[in-house]
């Protein structure tokens, strides 16, 4: 659901912004250490609490300054416009305001601007640990299946309780008890994860195949666990092991989506732009199956537009997020790198020393 207006104070080099935005295409110009990249973590920070370069609350406040303010209005399903703000202070407390309302959950953030963020570090998806897969995942399950947030918390929470126990237990039969609300709640997660990757990858396969028509791509879900032996067996069988690990070795917190090309790991065959390429494929993939299946828009945040793509590649990437209809926030430290992708409806923003100026 797209922004309409942005205000942002006290946040990184920026002292004050105040700006109208564009529905379609906004982009943020300006040179190295300007404040571009602050702007798209401002506007992530309003989606999910959190920045997605730091997680010390204090590297994110300005300088010398005890707290910031992301405000903001948003248009909803009904086009109506509603503010929307967090405020952070250096004590680490949080204070979010939808629609008027103080005292709302950053799910609650999460659940009106639905972001997509691609930049340069976001490699990690296709090149890194399952966990920044898992998180894919659960951004599109998260949308999709109301349950899914409270079973996903009440599991991580048993599951730590159970790792406790692990340590103390004499028997198994300490923990049966534990275990069978915990299998319970794991194969309902692994459900909704499995039906989620199955609905998305169509999407996702049809992109890739767009972006990188070279390549048959396969998407294969993981769900953590041996797929013939149901959770409790495993949790029951693996007790022995679980103890003297110290954890719970095997569950819903080890799933991972396997990308492989022609049957090869994507990070043994791919080049860095061809990288950046399907980590855009997979992100409009998610954003655009969530428009099919709830008819909300996600905004899309792509921080150094112009980085690892040749020209042709940017003009597809571009012609694929115009084709969404979406809200989308590109940075570039030239205008030349973005020319392809204006038309009348974007907004150009200079950036220069924290100061952000309509163009
Ligand atoms: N807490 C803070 N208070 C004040 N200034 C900060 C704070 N944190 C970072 N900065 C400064 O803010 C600027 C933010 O730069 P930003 O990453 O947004 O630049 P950019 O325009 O994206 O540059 P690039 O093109 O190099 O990516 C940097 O100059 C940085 O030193
Ligand atoms: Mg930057």
Redesign the pocket.
């Known amino acids: 659901m797209p922004l309409t207006r942005l205000i942002v104070q006290q ?4 002292k004050a912004c105040d700006i109208e935005l564009s529905t379609g295409f906004n982009f ?1 110009i ?12 401002a506007i992530y920070l309003l989606g999910h609490g959190r920045s997605f ?1 730091s997680s010390l609350t ?8 005890d707290e910031l303010f992301v405000h903001g209005r948003f248009l909803n399903s009904d086009q109506f416009e509603l503010p929307i703000g967090i405020n952070k202070q250096r004590d680490g407390t949080t204070e979010v305001k939808i629609g008027g309302q103080s005292g709302q959950k950053l799910a609650q953030l999460a659940q009106v601007l639905p972001l997509q963020l691609i930049h340069p570090e976001g490699f990690d998806l296709l090149t890194d640990g399952p966990k920044f897969r898992r998180a894919f995942i659960d951004w599109g399950v998260f949308h999709t299946e109301s349950a899914f947030f409270d079973a996903w918390g009440r599991f991580k929470r048993l599951n730590k309780q159970r790792n406790a126990l692990l340590k103390t237990a004499r028997s198994y039969r300490e923990l049966s008890y534990w275990d069978q609300e915990m299998a319970r709640l794991a194969e309902s997660i692994s459900q909704w994860r499995s039906d989620y990757i199955e609905q998305m990858k169509v999407v996702a396969e049809q992109i890739c195949r767009e972006f990188l028509p070279e390549f048959d791509i396969q998407l294969k879900y993981y769900r953590g666990w041996d797929k013939d032996t149901p959770y409790q067996e495993i949790l029951e069988k693996n007790f022995e092991r679980d103890q003297s690990l110290g954890y719970t070795f095997s569950g819903p917190n080890k799933a991972d989506l396997r990308i492989k090309l022609n049957g090869t790991p994507v990070e043994d065959v791919l080049s860095r732009g061809q990288l950046k390429l399907m980590v855009c494929a997979l992100r409009v993939a998610q954003g655009q199956h969530l428009t099919q299946v709830t008819k909300k828009q996600c905004i899309y945040l792509i ?2 537009f112009a980085s690892e793509l040749d020209s042709q590649r940017r003009s597809r990437l571009a012609e694929c997020l115009k084709a969404t209809g979406a809200q989308v926030f590109v ?1 570039s ?1 030239t205008e030349s790198q973005i020319a392809d992708m204006r038309d009348d409806n974007g907004q150009v923003f200079h ?1 220069e020393h ?1 100061k952000i100026e309509q163009g």
């Open positions: 946040f990184r080099n920026i943020l300006g040179p190295n250490g300007s404040g571009k990249t602050s702007v798209l973590e370069k204090g590297r994110i406040i300005q300088n010398e300054c921080d150094d940075s430290i950036v924290g």
